[in-house]
């Protein structure tokens, strides 16, 4: 996966999406984050529209979300992650009781 994209309503869902999708276990990310590897550039760039706390969240954010891995896709994202050709974009929904994970290619 070289390009990732987390529903975050609240500031927890990262975190707690890293480690619910197994890219790591739960106690590792925190400090996954902290060291930097979620930013462009990173490991494992996250949320590189800014993430719905702070690109935008009009209660229907999913959809930019999904936008933002098929611009990386496409590769024409403001914020393009170079070489990436798998993103994975996570939400969750229904006061968490409901999820979904798509994961999108540019490879034929």
Known sequence: VDHLMIYDAFAHLPLYGLGDLGFMPHEETGKFIADGHTRPGGKLPLNTNGGGLSYMHSGMYGMYALQESVRQMRGIAPAQVQG?????????????????????????
């Open 84 to 108: 990436a050709n798998i993103s994975v974009c996570h939400g969750v929904g229904g006061m968490f009781a409901a999820s979904g994970t798509i994961i999108f290619t540019n490879e034929k």
